[in-house]
């Protein structure tokens, strides 16, 4: 058995981040960014943005690498979950309901529990603030 890749969007609106509430099987009840799994053959950008708009309708077309995770579950799966950041102006919808409970803006350190474990992992380096030059461009 190999790991599995990730990809995930930290989605900006107005200094705040986008969270859903999961209610897939893999990591039911926990909060995490919109995202998915890489499909054979496919760029991990290209990934992120079409698991974006599957998930929330909304459509970008810049983003910008931001880390990864590795990540090991309690179940025994592991992923490599590659983030990306990107801003948009437009308000998501739960376009999966049988996936997301709800999406929600949060302010950056003020996210809400559980975290998913890939968020968590990306928490605990401090994403967020580590990135100054994200952090300019995005005006977080």
């Not at 309690?74 to 999966?96: L, M, N, R, S």
């Not at 975290?115 to 994200?134: C, G, H, R, S, T």
Request: charged share 25%; proline share 8%.
């Amino acid at each position: 058995m190999h790991p599995k890749v990730g990809v995930a969007i930290v989605l900006v609106k107005d200094g705040k981040i986008l969270l859903g509430l999961r209610k897939s099987p893999h990591g039911n009840g926990t909060w995490s960014f919109p995202g998915g799994h890489l499909e054979m053959g496919e760029e991990p950008k290209d990934a992120a943005i079409r698991e974006l708009k599957e998930e929330t309708g909304i459509v970008i077309n810049e983003l910008i690498f931001s880390g990864l995770t590795n990540d090991v579950f309690p179940d025994g799966k592991h992923y490599i979950t590659i983030f990306f950041i990107a801003k948009t102006k437009d308000e998501p919808q739960v376009a999966e309901p049988d996936k997301n409970v709800d999406w929600t803006w949060f302010d950056p350190g003020e996210f809400p529990t559980p975290l998913f474990l890939p968020v968590e992992n990306l928490m605990k380096n401090n994403f967020i603030y580590a990135n100054d030059e994200l952090k300019d461009v995005l005006k977080i």
